[in-house]
């Protein structure tokens, strides 16, 4: 997390010190005063990076809460929204190489060609890949608790 605010601000508080330090060195004199001074800098750079790293741990976990709440509602959109996104790809898809080359052939006129970009196939590719892999998890955690519900069965006379 430092690495990442350190890369955002530019560098790390050492340095952004040591510069703010140079440029006062002009008006302060004794030593004592610019160690002063220098303490101080650092005590508050740290304050402000201390207070943007609670602010992106506090974005993190609302974003987590939020994510959270969504999936163990009840709402069937939400549940239906990861399969609407494979459908809405398959559909252009289909409608882009089959659809429109068949109302070509049909017409009797060349369609025009639909070339799906990159991006597309990338997108939809790695929405696949989460969905699938959620999927995974889904039905992984359903056939756990399915097979921790089941009582073993036990022979006439068996005692527990």
Known sequence: MANLIAKVLGGTAGEVVDKIAAAADR???TDAERNQYRLDAERLLQARDS??????????GAQERILVAELQQDDTFTKR????????GLGVIVFNYSVVP???WAFNTTPPQFS?????WYAWGGILGVYN???????????????????????IGERP
């Open 27 to 29: 008006f302060i004199t």
């Open 51 to 60: 207070e943007i790293e609670q602010t992106l741990r506090a974005e993190l």
């Open 81 to 88: 929204a990861r399969p609407a996104v494979v459908y809405v």
């Open 102 to 104: 068949v109302l070509g």
């Open 116 to 120: 799906l970009p990159e991006e597309f």
């Open 133 to 155: 892999l959620g999927r995974s998890f889904e039905k992984r955690d359903r056939r756990i608790k399915a097979q921790s519900t089941v009582q073993p069965v036990r022979l």
